[in-house]
């Protein structure tokens, strides 16, 4: 019987997950603090998540190009000529992008991959900020204990599905549980005249989403998906006649199917109140060609897309009374164990391509620049080796991340840029780093900006506690 409950639950769990629902909260507590966060929502903001599925090299991302650490990245990186994955110096045909930061970094100079032109303008506009050597910890770390084990790590280093997990959750894959994402919106969500739409992903089910009590609403590509056939002609017979909305939705005396037609019933009520909302947004302006770099060829780039249906979610916030979302979106192929020179600088391309695109629709959003209010910041399962394999990297710990918005403090790099090369005082194996940076102080940057209180973000990052530093500054 027990094992009935559970699948039970387990089903009606998924269900409400793809209708958007929200279950009750777990406990007062968590209601009175999310009472509490959300009343001071008074203005509209969203945070969105993009996850660059894989593991992203950062070390080809932003770049030390002062002679010192240019010499040793050469050393390094350069190997046969067909398989290289070092980039070309600035100024030589395909180089890298130089970026002026406004804080000194002790005589250091960096660049940008030359796939990153709509990025560095951003970066030189005031619009984008780095934050370097960033991962997964417990607490603080150093290089000696790492190796002796005597301080907690992070479960499973290394694994993809552990680390997209801890990324996201704090948490390891096998643990489950709540998204930090999810667990803003549980904070958020009352203040919001629909909670099924404070978590947002149109990257399929995210864990960075799941949260205590709301659940994320899933979107496909630039639609909230309908059920099919509902009010058509269905088997030759006249719309008029068709059947189908009253066999899933009608009222039934079995408890499980009379859930089950709730369930349904809901999803199809949400999916038309978003769809409404959206459309009474107008239409966006659609995505510039995106061309691949290397090819030259046109080409659909699927993440701008996906930040334009975010974009025209959040042109539909006050049809749908919304005053804080969080959204996910994705961009995978990152696990560049090899052909890494001709698939990342398609890959970073593309991200530029969609970031410069969402920033130009958020800065004319309805006749409203809507840029000050929305962040959107990159992460990814981890970084990669400073070594190369011959034709790529394999996995690393710590990496570079953008944040973009017009309320960050934009045109710098925050944390600490590490050496170049291999054999210092933060490399576990080949170059791969020890972080400087956790995600929790990551994240509780985002989350402060969000509006919740130091007590709020250390509900929702459990290790927060453990640093000393909460806020890294990167927000206005």
């Not at 560095?120 to 370097?132: C, H, I, P, S, T």
């Not at 017979?237 to 039934?252: C, E, M, S």
Request: hydrophobic share 45%.
């Amino acid at each position: 019987m027990q094992t009935d409950i559970s699948s039970r639950r387990h089903f009606l769990g998924k269900m409400l997950a793809l209708a958007g629902g929200s279950s009750v909260p777990f406990t007062m507590n968590l209601a009175a603090m999310g009472n509490a966060a959300a009343a001071g929502a008074t203005d509209y903001k969203a945070i969105v998540c993009l996850f660059l599925a894989g593991g992203n090299d950062h070390f080809n991302t932003l770049l030390a190009t002062d002679s010192g650490s240019w010499d040793e990245y050469r050393r390094l990186r350069a190997t046969a000529s067909t398989t290289s994955i070092a980039l070309p110096a600035a100024g030589a045909t395909g180089g890298v992008l130089p970026i002026a930061p406004n804080a000194a970094h002790g005589g250091r100079t960096f660049a940008l991959h030359p796939s990153l032109r709509p990025l560095k303008e951003l970066f030189d506009a005031g619009r984008v900020a780095v934050l370097a050597n960033v991962g997964t910890l417990i607490q603080p770390l150093t290089l000696a204990q790492y190796k002796a084990r005597t301080v907690a790590l992070p479960t499973r280093l290394f694994s993809h599905n552990d680390q997209q997990a801890m990324w996201q959750s704090s948490q390891t894959e096998q643990a489950g549980g709540a998204g930090w994402g999810g667990r803003l919106g549980d904070l958020m969500a009352s203040g919001n005249g629909n909670a099924a739409f404070t978590c947002i992903s149109n990257a399929g089910n995210a864990l960075f989403l799941n949260g205590r009590s709301v659940r994320q609403y899933q979107l496909s590509g630039k639609e909230a998906l309908a059920i099919n056939k509902l009010d058509g002609a269905l088997f030759g017979a006249p719309a008029a006649a068709n059947p189908l909305r009253q066999i899933v939705t009608g009222d039934a005396s079995n408890p499980f199917q009379k859930e089950y037609a709730a369930v349904t019933a809901r999803a199809i009520n949400l999916q038309a109140a978003l769809s409404g909302a959206m459309a009474g947004a107008g239409a966006l302006a659609e995505p510039p060609p995106y061309i691949n770099p290397n090819t030259g060829v046109a080409v659909v780039n699927s993440l701008a897309v996906q930040l334009q249906t975010v974009a025209r979610v959040i042109a539909g916030r006050d049809a749908l009374g919304i005053k804080r979302q969080v959204f996910y979106v994705s961009l995978g192929g990152f696990d560049t164990h090899d052909s890494q020179a001709r698939n990342q600088a398609d890959l970073l391309a593309k991200m530029a391509h969609a970031m410069a695109y969402f920033d130009d629709v958020l800065a004319n959003l309805q006749g409203t620049d809507l840029r000050k209010q929305v962040t959107l910041f990159t992460a990814s399962d981890f970084g990669r080796t400073f070594s190369s394999n011959g034709d790529g990297t394999d996995h690393g710990w710590g990496a570079h991340h953008f944040i973009m918005g017009g309320a960050v403090k934009g045109k710098d790099i925050y944390g600490s840029m590490p050496d170049t090369g291999v054999g210092h005082d933060l490399d576990v194996g080949s170059g791969a780093l020890l972080p400087t940076t956790s995600v929790d102080q990551y994240g509780a940057t985002l989350a402060s900006w969000f509006g919740l209180s130091a007590t709020q973000i250390a509900d929702v990052f459990p290790n927060i506690g453990n640093f000393n530093t909460r806020n890294l500054g990167f927000m206005g």
